[in-house]
């Protein structure tokens, strides 16, 4: 029988207490994905995209540029797509993205760059995330957008075209706002430059390159701003060509794996070919702050291995800039602080209330369900590590991938059972999860 099992569809029973031991492929980065699809979508011609993340938020974003008049095909090796301006059109029915925060905010950018009216809608939880973040500057550079709540939330009713360039420097370090601007900003009139004052991955701007946009990132570690030196990002109106690109295995979930090497007693894991740069990896600097055992080979400079196996570890403080580099990474290295010595404080949450749960909420009654001592604050989280877990637990997803996955390795590095209700939360990035749980689990207890 699998140490981890569905029953029904909607709940995961893990029987933990045995080792994980090999090495895995994990899918395609999913901001990468989202990316590529999109500009995919605008390149005039077709762009051949492998390794593709295979999850439901991908897939929405698949499901929009086909709305708008990209063909999209598989291939033996992956998907290609067929875009450019001249295919492109209104959408005629509203466009639907599930759960999906980056498809919204990312085609928000894209279609206000348009003269048309298109409609984005989301399912419950992605109509109470706000959007006004990406609709306050969309409108600065002329994008007419509605949206409920006072124009806050989904859905959003867009009119775009005729847009002007901006000059505008992030209010919140984040990718998405960052991504929506430079997205108009190829079909804005004159040129638009983005600052971050701290530094959010750079998905967009290293595949706007990719497709032959005129853009261009100034850093700005030399100055006296913060301390690890933000970006301006200068772009200007530009076409696209089509491209022909591998997506590498995607940081955020290879993360789950590096942490179930490192807390499962008897484990070794080796997760191959993750996206290797600083912005995706603080994951790993946590870890290795807390004296995990964590070897990297980056002999490539474009992707990473890394090796994680069992070994003692003590808690740490993680805040201010550092949260941007572990954004999605905190429920799996909350778990972490579980099994370190002492306790681990998360200071500077205060986005994570605004994730695809309230993941500060969520983090803390997942790990109530398992017995850990936990406090939380508005926008920190306090774990006390090094006690054992709650030998036979149930607990929630509350609709979010991260939480049900990171709820799972937890189940793993204890004896006893888990139940994980919401389980289907996770076929939004990670469809293959359970089969990779599995294929690394070993068949003896950790009393040998
Ligand atoms: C993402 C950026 C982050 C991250 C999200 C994906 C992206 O969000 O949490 O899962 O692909 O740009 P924010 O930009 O809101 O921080």
Request: glycine fraction near 10%.
């Amino acid at each position: 029988m699998d140490a981890a099992q569905l029953v029904g569809h909607d709940v995961l029973h893990i029987q933990g207490g045995r080792p994980v031991r090999g090495s895995l492929l994990v899918p395609g980065d999913k901001s990468i994905s989202h990316r590529a699809v999109m500009l995919g979508a605008l390149a005039k011609g077709e762009s051949f995209l492998r390794g593709l993340s295979e999850g439901d938020d991908v897939a929405r974003t698949l499901n929009a540029v086909t709305s708008i008049g990209a063909e999209v095909c598989v291939t033996k090796t992956g998907l290609s797509i067929k875009g450019g301006q001249h295919r492109l059109h209104e959408p005629d029915e509203v466009v639907y993205l599930g759960n999906s925060g980056t498809s919204m905010r990312l085609l928000t950018g894209l279609l206000a760059g348009f003269k048309w009216f298109s409609i984005l809608q989301g399912d419950s939880s992605l109509s109470n995330r706000p959007m006004d973040r990406v609709i306050e500057p969309l409108k600065k550079m002329g994008a007419v957008i509605y949206g409920r709540g006072d124009n806050r939330f989904p859905p959003l009713a867009i009119k775009g075209g005729d847009l002007d360039g901006i000059d505008y420097t992030l209010q919140i370090p984040s990718a998405q706002v960052k991504s929506a601007i430079l997205l108009a900003g190829l079909r804005a009139k004159g040129n638009t430059r983005v600052t971050e004052l701290v530094p959010t991955r750079a998905h967009t701007e290293e595949l706007l390159k990719l497709f032959g946009a005129d853009i261009r990132v100034e850093n700005l570690a030399n100055s006296d701003l913060p301390k690890f030196g933000g970006n301006v990002i200068h772009i200007a109106p530009s076409f696209l060509h089509p491209v022909d690109i591998d997506i590498p295995a995607d940081p955020s979930q290879g993360a789950f794996w590096v942490v179930a090497g490192c807390i499962v007693p008897q484990s070794e894991v080796l997760v191959s070919n993750l996206y290797s740069s600083r912005d995706r990896l603080g994951f790993v600097d946590v870890l290795l702050g807390m004296k995990a055992s964590i070897e990297l080979d980056d002999e490539n400079c474009h992707s990473v291995n890394i090796k994680a196996s069992h070994s003692a570890m003590c808690g740490t403080e993680i805040l201010g800039d550092q949260i941007v580099s572990v954004i999605d990474e905190i429920p799996i290295l909350a778990v972490a602080a579980c099994f370190a010595e002492g306790t681990t404080v998360f200071r500077d949450l205060g986005e994570l209330r605004l994730k695809e749960s309230d993941r500060i909420e969520s983090i803390y009654q997942m790990l109530r369900a398992f017995g850990v001592q936990v406090e939380v604050g508005e926008d920190e989280l306090l774990v006390v590590g090094g006690m054992p877990l709650s030998a036979d637990v149930t607990v929630d997803s509350f609709g979010d991938h991260r939480i049900a996955m990171a709820a799972a390795v937890a189940g793993l590095a204890r004896e006893g059972s888990t139940e994980i209700k919401g389980w289907s939360a996770v076929n939004t990035s990670y469809k293959g999860f359970v089969r990779d749980l599995n294929s690394l689990i070993q068949p003896m207890s950790f009393d040998g």
